[in-house]
């Protein structure tokens, strides 16, 4: 056999695209961006999804519970869990008890949350104290455009959507930090001392309001003004739910517009592309489910995260719908039967930080969707591992559909790693492989 034919070589997707194919891909690309402008929280992921779903002709669950249709093959339904979790699905031919098709994504992402009692003044200025969410780097946080996104709930239990910072109106905030000439002590500091966890507190105003010697008149005016234009107080805050998230909205970056710069590319772009997806099929033999959940940034616990019984309830659910009558048999069943594509985002090697990658095993930009065999941290803790039989399936199915994949895994084996939702599919006994979009800090090809 020819040397060629014995070695592989990963292609690069942009390579195999003519020029009607690019156009399609950057199309694309614009609908994902305004995905992420108008999904900066799991709040606003769930009612863009649901827009979009209801647009191609999915219905609520509880239209097939009132009895108000029948569950038949071909129904497009959505679950929404507390606003903060999405389920999506496309009844198959075949029983659901039989097992279903499963694109699973998260759509929290890295932030930061309000403390339940965040309004302060110190020094004639107004800040928020904060309480980070996920993995961050601190110190990127600091000097950065911020918006504030979120729900509160007035004294009469009105709920009212917040949006400050994201139109060409509002105003920004930011975080402060010290001027270069002050920052001997901290730049002697690791980047992960350089900024505490408790002064990633957001400055939001310094003009007060009332007599001149009067205490606090600076965060008097800031209560002033949030009643005047939202209605609430201070106590209001603490049944709040407010997120702190860079402003400003996707952009395409390189001369070439190859890339996308935006936040919370983890894991909106594998959501973004699980949602179109589903849309798009038509009749399936299987039941096709698009799960999209939160708390995956924090460990998936709670009862909006992928480790909640919700997806098996909803799943029991349609069972009932479908058999007439519940068997825990049945649910069981499906799930053992279950496939599922776990889509996250995975680091692509960047030569500018060499050191942390193991480069003929890590993803690199432009060569398509990666593969993660397995997940976790250094020796796999906490891992998926797929096994041999499933990972030929899948690399079989994406060759025989021409789809651009590679392999890859999260940086050297001692450097660090982490994981998904595939481990809780996974523990309750369903085939799982991750699937990941290949990126940068800021940065990842669609």
């Known amino acids: 056999m020819e040397q060629d034919q014995l070695k592989h070589t990963f292609k690069n997707a942009w390579d195999t695209m003519d020029d009607a194919e690019i156009e399609k891909c950057l199309a694309f690309s614009e609908g994902y961006k305004q995905f992420l402008d108008f999904s900066k929280t799991e709040r606003e992921s769930v009612r863009e999804i649901v827009r979009l779903a209801e647009a191609a002709g999915y219905e609520p669950l509880s239209t097939f519970i009132d009895g108000k249709k029948k569950l038949t093959k071909g129904a497009k339904i959505y679950a929404v869990n507390r606003d903060k979790a999405v389920l999506l699905f496309n009844i198959g031919k075949q029983p659901i008890k039989t097992g279903v098709h499963i694109v699973g994504a998260h759509i929290d992402a890295p932030r930061l949350d309000l403390k339940p009692f965040p309004l302060y003044e110190e020094a004639e200025m107004a800040f928020l104290k904060t309480h980070y969410y996920g993995g961050i780097k601190k110190y990127q946080w600091t000097t950065t455009p911020l918006a504030i996104h979120g729900v509160v709930f007035t004294k009469d239990g009105e709920k009212r959507d917040i949006v400050i910072g994201e139109s060409d109106e509002d105003p920004i905030f930011a975080i402060t930090d010290l001027l270069v000439h002050l920052a ?70 390189g001369f070439d517009r190859s890339m996308i710069s935006a936040y919370a590319h983890d894991d909106r772009v594998c959501s973004y592309a699980g949602v179109t997806a589903m849309l798009a099929l038509g009749e399936v033999e299987t039941t096709a489910v698009g799960m999209f959940m939160d708390k995956e940034e924090v460990g998936s616990q709670g009862n909006t995260g992928s480790e909640s019984r919700y997806f098996e309830n909803i799943l029991a659910e349609l069972i009932f719908l479908q058999e007439g009558q519940y068997n825990d ?38 060569r398509g969707v990666q593969i993660a065999k397995y997940t976790g941290a250094r020796g796999k803790y906490s891992c998926n591992d797929a096994n041999a039989e499933f990972i030929s399936e899948v690399t079989r199915l994406f060759d025989s559909s021409n789809v651009v994949w590679q392999v890859g895994e999260l940086g050297k084996v001692d450097q660090g790693g982490g994981g998904t939702i595939a481990y809780i599919l996974a523990n309750a006994n369903a085939e799982v492989i991750d699937w990941r979009r290949t990126g940068h800090q800021h940065a990842c090809t669609v």
């Open 184 to 253: 001997k002590d901290q730049q002697t500091k690791s980047l992960a001392e350089g900024v505490e966890g408790e002064k990633l507190n957001v400055l939001i105003g310094n003009r007060g309001i009332g007599e001149k010697d009067a205490k606090d008149r600076v965060k008097a005016n800031m209560l002033e003004l949030l009643n005047e234009k939202y209605g609430i107080t201070e106590k209001d805050f603490i049944t709040a739910e407010f997120e702190i998230v860079p402003a400003g909205k996707a952009r395409d970056m």
């Open 329 to 366: 048999l049945y649910l069981r069943r499906a799930i053992s039967n279950a496939k599922v594509l776990s889509g996250d985002v995975g680091a692509a090697f960047d030569p500018n930080y060499a050191s942390a990658y193991e480069k003929s095993n890590s993803a690199i930009m432009g």
